[in-house]
């Protein structure tokens, strides 16, 4: 089976932020699905992993801000390499407060989204969150940046290292040196499983 045939799906790239109490985080995700107009709702799906996840189903409230093409690579690497755990990822970041009381971002975004949720589903290592739209607005951040638009022209290419045995994420570049893969692997950058690495020729 070819996972890549998985990125040939559309979608877009977008940072998922919530604050429960003082609790601020945010992470990045390219699950972000209308379902309805009226209500106007969405879903989202979140790795159970993920510090936003937790405070998501601690506050029952979160932002969506709509990434554009303009986003910098770091932007990316801010809110998608490392844990809110570990780090305050909103420190020194200029950004804006919607009506949730969840900060946003005003720059390399073209719009966001306040949403309160609804419902959830268990789907094993993530949670999907049905959700109301309660705001939005439009910002001036230009075309929205789809996955394959950050692959082809955001994500830096990984400089080749032939001398390296093992197997590279195709996500993120992370590199598990060894001949075999274990079935349970977690790469500890992104946070894909298995399926994202590919033998290092």
């Not at 979608?11 to 998922?16: A, E, F, R, S, V």
């Not at 975004?109 to 999907?128: A, F």
């Amino acid at each position: 089976m070819n996972t890549k045939a998985m990125h040939n799906i559309t979608c877009g790239l977008y940072m998922l932020s919530s604050k429960a109490g003082e609790k601020a985080g945010g992470c990045i995700i390219n699950t972000v699905m209308q379902v309805t107009s009226k209500p106007l709702r969405i879903t989202i799906t979140v790795n159970k992993a993920n510090n936003t996840h937790d405070l998501i189903q601690e506050s029952g409230v979160f932002a969506v801000s709509l990434l554009s093409e303009d986003a910098p690579f770091g932007l990316f690497q801010h809110f998608g390499f490392q844990s809110g755990r570990d780090v305050d990822k909103f420190a020194g970041l200029s950004t804006g407060t919607d009506v949730n009381g969840v900060p946003y971002l005003t720059w390399a975004s073209c719009g966001y989204l306040s949403c309160k949720v609804v419902s959830s589903m268990d789907l094993g290592t993530h949670t999907q969150f049905l959700a109301d739209v309660v705001d939005c607005d439009v910002l001036p951040g230009g075309n929205p940046v789809s996955y394959s638009y950050y692959q082809a022209n955001i994500k830096p290419r990984p400089e080749p290292k032939p001398e390296v045995k093992g197997w590279r994420c195709t996500i993120c570049g992370y590199i598990y040196e060894g001949e075999t893969l274990p079935e349970d692997i977690v790469c500890p950058i992104c946070k894909h499983g298995s399926e994202a690495f590919e033998k290092i020729q």
